[in-house]
């Protein structure tokens, strides 16, 4: 049976943001080779106005955007703006889009809102939620009613890890109705490969230990916790050196705290980097470190050790359930001196990069995409079932 699904999320890359969302990227576009899938990214309004920074194509999908428009300090309204937002750009495509089914991926204010309107328009509907939407937002008292609603009134609920799967059914989600779902990696970018190459093409030096940090240069991702525990080392390892891929709020800050610290000169603020070009940074590293303060399950973790590179990163959310002891060090979240101490038996340690390569080599979006096809048939038929006995009553 080949549906036609409406994919309703922030998660996607726009022109706007062209690097946004790459996991969601992958994953639709091979959804998209199997059936008709559109995808309607919400734009926040603040980016729309900052101009357009790339060109964005996805072959096999139909894409859009709509405007989000809110008032910022307002949270707890978001929703009902999304909604609102929607419809008012975009209501009629809605109305004429005849779908099978809407995948509407991230919990708040996107499931919330869409979630509503898919139960009004009697259009089975799933919810894939990835981390803070659950980990963070949730934990407001005027939004968490509004997510448990939209999670239970959804056919069925992926989860990115087992963890977020947890969370889902305390909220309230028939556990039979939750789906563990991991992120896939895409083999054809990353593998290993000569980390004298790697820096190379990069314009590293071949011979310096390097630590780094690819995400969002935001305090939620532990980047600064990083840039404090990184002196330890440094005073051990002279010629370490730390790099960041990644843009954000944060780099203005990272820059003056490292001239602080007196280690600015072994610090790197590399930019944004796209999906493809990732791959090279993987293999120019000694290890990636990734501290966050709360997490899903982050690609680039899985995307590290698919290149054979050990990760040191915080235990939270469901990084605990993909990263093995042989393939990196877990350390308790904004704990500088658990993290400082972990960069230095990182770099002390023999990793075995093959073992750790094979164990990541289980993650494909092959098989994912497959587990999501069944998932959004057995809603689909599900719901068609309900309609076709009410009508019989």
Not at 185 to 188: G, I, K, L, M
Not at 233 to 240: E, G, N, S, T
């Given at each position: 049976m080949r549906m036609r699904i409406l994919v309703l999320t922030n998660l996607f890359p726009t022109p706007w943001?062209?690097?946004?969302?790459?996991?969601?990227?992958?994953?639709f576009e091979r959804l998209g080779e199997r059936h008709d899938v559109d995808v309607l990214t919400a734009v926040d309004f603040r980016e729309r106005m900052a101009g357009v920074r790339g060109a964005v194509d996805v072959p096999g999908l139909r894409t859009d955007h709509f405007v989000f428009v809110y008032p910022p300090r307002l949270r707890a309204l978001h929703a009902f703006f999304w909604l609102l937002s929607l419809l008012v750009q975009r209501g009629r495509k809605l109305r004429a889009g005849n779908y099978d089914c809407l995948l509407l991926s991230w919990a708040y204010p996107d499931?919330?809102?869409?979630?509503?309107l898919a139960r009004r328009l009697g259009i089975p509907y799933i919810v894939k939620v990835h981390g803070s939407d659950l980990n963070v937002q949730a934990n407001?008292?005027?939004r968490r009613p509004q997510i448990r609603s939209a999670l239970r009134g959804a056919g069925a609920v992926v989860a990115v890890s087992r963890a977020l799967a947890d969370k889902?059914?305390?909220?309230?989600?028939q556990a039979a109705r939750v789906h563990v779902l991991y992120n896939g990696?895409?083999?054809?970018l990353f593998t290993p490969g000569s980390r004298r190459e790697a820096r190379a093409k990069l314009h590293l030096d071949a011979d310096d230990p390097l630590l780094l940090f690819v995400g969002n240069l935001k305090a939620s991702k532990g980047c600064l916790d990083l840039l404090e525990a990184f002196p330890t080392?440094?005073?051990?390892?002279?010629?370490?050196r730390l790099v960041y891929v990644g843009a954000g709020s944060c780099r203005k800050e990272l820059i003056h705290r490292a001239a602080a610290l007196g280690c600015a000169e072994r610090v790197q603020l590399a930019g944004a980097a796209t999906h493809a070009e990732l791959g090279d940074w993987f293999r120019a590293a000694d290890l990636l470190c990734l501290p966050s303060h709360n997490e899903g399950v982050p690609n680039v973790v899985l995307e590290a050790m698919a290149c054979g590179i050990p990760v040191v990163a915080s235990r939270v959310g469901g990084i605990p359930e993909v990263l093995p002891d042989f393939a990196g060090i877990l350390v308790p979240p904004q704990d500088r001196a658990s993290l400082s101490a972990a960069l230095v038996q990182a770099t002390e340690k023999s990793w075995d990069s093959a073992r750790i390569a094979a164990h990541a080599s289980g993650f494909q979006w092959e098989d994912n995409v497959r587990k999501l096809e069944h998932i959004l048939k057995d809603v689909v038929h599900a719901s068609r079932s309900s309609t076709t006995a009410g009508s019989s009553a």
């Open positions: 943001d062209p690097l946004r969302g790459a996991f969601n990227r992958q994953q499931a919330a809102a869409a979630g509503w407001d008292a005027l889902a059914v305390a909220l309230g989600t990696v895409d083999r054809a080392l440094l005073a051990l390892r002279p010629q370490a």
